[in-house]
């Protein structure tokens, strides 16, 4: 997570009282923070139930591995002196 997004979080958090924000889903936080919508279907839009969460690392080699994806992430590469 970016410091620019971390400290934009914390300001939201000071001006809201602790009960509504400690409420938010994961989901929700995920969908906020980084764009990603786990409650919604991409293709129809219709409502997604989450049914598990693996977590266990192995567990996830072996699955990966039987899908044929790859089982690590790839190498980050990135320039200390770009400029964008």
Not at 4 to 32: G, Y
Not at 45 to 57: N, R, S, T, V
Not at 58 to 66: A, R
């Amino acid at each position: 997570m970016h410091y620019s997004t971390v400290s934009k979080l914390l300001q939201r958090h000071d001006s809201r009282p602790d009960s509504e924000f400690s409420r938010m889903s994961w989901a929700r936080l995920l969908k906020r923070v980084f764009d990603i919508d786990i409650e919604h279907c991409p293709n129809c839009g219709g409502a997604l139930k989450i049914i598990a969460a693996i977590e266990d690392p192995p567990v996830i080699v072996k699955i990966l591995s039987h899908l044929g994806l790859p089982t690590r992430a790839p190498a980050q590469r990135f320039d200390l002196f770009q400029t964008t």
